[in-house]
Nanobody, 119 residues
């Protein structure tokens, strides 16, 4: 059974930095993609950043140039370095992993970690 466990959320002032980490357990296969989504109060969950196992990255326009996603395929971990944080980045951040197989796809989610940007 695949589990994703996040760490690193918290409260930081505008302009500050945070690093989120996520470790996946229960799979010996490298995930097709890993990344991060977020959901702010009253809004839909949205993609923040994701990386395929081949290294192709995708970022939300709102975070380009400020956030960097990285992963270790061998360890099935993914990190999100967040710099120049803004109050609009406040949300619950969810780790995400995708496994594509010959039979279809499996999507996995972490439990979420709160990120609050406030002075």
């Amino acid at each position: 059974q695949v589990q994703l466990v996040e760490s690193g959320g918290g409260l930081v002032q505008p302009g500050g930095s945070l690093r989120l980490s996520c470790a996946a357990s229960g799979s010996s296969t490298t995930f097709s993609a890993m990344g991060w989504y977020r959901q702010a109060p009253g809004k839909q969950r949205e993609l923040v950043a994701a990386l395929t196992k081949g290294g192709s990255a995708d970022y939300a326009d709102a975070v380009k140039g400020r956030f960097t996603v990285s992963r270790d395929n061998a360890k099935n971990t993914v990190n999100l370095q967040m710099n120049s944080l803004e109050p609009e980045d406040t949300a619950v951040y969810y780790c995400y992993a995708l496994m594509l197989t010959g039979w279809g796809r499996n999507d996995y989610w972490g439990q979420g970690t709160q990120v609050t940007i406030s002075s």
